[in-house]
DNA sequence: AAGTGGTCTAGACCACAAT
DNA sequence: TTGTGGTCTAGACCACTTA
């Protein structure tokens, strides 16, 4: 993956956090010690440990050092985009996923039109899957991938994991998306599909961007809102928009 | 404040993103112009653009330029910590804010044992207030503020804006917050209070912490679901947790 | 006074895009 | 080849904490 210095350096650092090498309420050895640890200049250690305070994984206090957060204690958040599959190898659940349906679709269903206006026709896959955790149905998910850039979509990859199919076999790079979580009225078939007593389910809909800014999926995952969880970890912004 | 030269930077980019005067598919200046043209060096330029990257402001593409993003049409992205006071700011709604209680306590009420049972018994403020938008109940805010550092709490700060009392009166440094939301069942009197048929309601739950990493807030806030709406911007994450 | 993080600089070299 | 962003460096100076 061409991964740089200052990546090298945080994913060590994050992983001796992990595994509690580096333990929360305690400090890391400071930047001119990682600098000469690592062999690197302090801008490149800065730079690691930039990332790790972005992800909640540490704060920095002037004039004493960088503090270990204490991430289990305040349930650990599940932010940038993650996908099921991702989800699951980190978190340690039993879980499966069900292909519905999967099919070449010369413009979008009337569900994603509905829900994303704006779009205009195009031609793509469509692809429902059922996410079972536990053995109990817990999140829907329906994606529609725009067939420029995504011209194939074999059924194993959406058993497996789309994202991995889309960054390692397609060699696509996927880059940002932005999410929106609503609570919306869902109909018969996706309540029977989900096991719901109520019309109630979680939406969450998204945008998914390459790095090109390629609009390249639209999603919407409806979620059994007794089961939903969104953890978030987020830091006081300094600019005004 | 003692802001640096890359927050005036980003800050003064971002000011004129939002005033259209840089638009959403054009590119920025080169960095080597942005250089120049703040008279500054070209790393100090970066770290300006780093943030307008991390809020979802602009795409950096290796070779062309930074490009600036379309906001409004992915909804804009609302996150880091926000307080409602600044939200309304921010989007233009006519919300007013009604103190329903506020009192010194020596331990937190049932209802954050109940939500947050591994914290300890300690003194603080608890504020309950119900947030109207557009002269409709839209959200039930519940704060227990921790009574040092929160030594005292005036009834005007708690009707205008907390936070910006605990920065600017209390000169605290407000620093990140980690919340979890989901949807849960409430009690009578607040179904009332927020008008709801039914009695469940999204929670967001959040743990609030200075940059000293003092938690110094627990909040529970009750959203109306039909009104609930929550938007998020994630890029992909580089570093495996 | 010594150690820590915060910021900024000027320059170097690389990878990619456009021509 | 030129211009763009991506990374790294060595050094400087500042602000804060602790002793």
Known sequence: MAES???IIAQDIAAK???HQFKAGEFLPSESQLTTLYGSSRETVRKALNQLTALGLIQKIRGKGSIVLNLEKYS???SGISSFAELNKSLGMH??????TLKKMADMPELFKEKFPEQKKQAGFYLERLRM???EPAVLDCDYLFTPPINDLPKEAAERSIYDYIENELKLDISYATKVITVEKINNDFQKLLQLDDSLAVLVASHNFLSDT??????LSFHNP???KFTDFARRQKIKL
């Open 5 to 7: 210095k200052s990546d």
């Open 17 to 19: 956090i992990q595994h």
């Open 214 to 219: 390629t609009l390249f999926q639209l999603t």
């Open 226 to 228: 007794q089961k939903f």
């Open 76 to 78: 650990f958040p599940i």
């Open 95 to 100: 879980a499966q996923t069900k292909v519905i």
């Open 133 to 135: 955790v536990n053995d």
